[in-house]
């Protein structure tokens, strides 16, 4: 697995620390997606089926549109690490995530399909970030107005997973 060391201050921006905070400082951001990976399957698959489609509260996600967000995230994480790793310097815009929510229909599939997505969305986000030099790492590109490097895209999938992880953890169980 590549080593990915934790992003400095400044190549990300400031809202970004809740889910580079979640992440150890060890440069093995790569180890700790599979391991989250893990994590999440063991624990989705311990809860009963009627609470992946509840509510904690009004207006707040299921489980399974939580679990759609984060390969969203992920998979808008990736495009934006990929522009930016080809040196891309087009700014890029951000996304309302609570926009993506209805249009998932994740409440609507079953558990199985969503977890095979959710495994196919990581092992190509493991793959691609391990194909990469420190010198690809370190290269940033500006997202909504704000500097971000690939490496600190990289820590903000982990701990954007971690964030929602912890999440479920608290408000589900």
């Given at each position: 697995m590549n080593v990915i060391q934790k992003?400095?201050?400044?190549?990300?921006?400031p809202y970004a620390i809740i889910y580079i905070d979640q992440v150890p400082d060890d440069g093995l951001v790569v180890n700790h997606l599979q391991d989250n990976?893990?994590?999440?399957?063991?624990l989705v698959l311990s809860l009963?089926?009627?609470?992946?489609?509840?509510?904690?509260a009004d207006g707040e996600?299921?489980?399974k549109e939580i679990l759609v967000h984060i390969m969203d995230t992920e998979r808008i994480f990736c495009y934006r690490a990929l522009r930016f790793a080809r040196n891309d310097d087009?700014?890029?815009?951000?996304?309302?995530?609570d926009d993506?929510?209805?249009y998932t229909q994740a409440n609507k599939r079953k558990i199985a399909d969503i977890l095979e997505e959710y495994s196919a969305v990581r092992q190509?986000?493991?793959?691609?970030?391990?194909?990469?030099v420190e010198e690809t790492l370190t290269r940033a590109g500006i997202v909504s107005g704000q500097r971000v490097s690939v490496r600190a895209l990289a820590s903000m999938?982990?701990?954007?997973?971690?964030?929602?992880?912890?999440s479920i953890k608290e408000n589900y169980l």
């Open positions: 992003p400095n201050e400044g190549e990300y921006a990976l893990k994590a999440v399957q063991t009963p089926p009627e609470k992946l489609t509840s509510r904690w996600w299921t489980i087009t700014e890029l815009p951000g996304f309302e995530q993506y929510v209805p190509a986000t493991i793959t691609f970030f391990n194909s990469f999938i982990a701990g954007h997973e971690l964030h929602h992880l912890d």
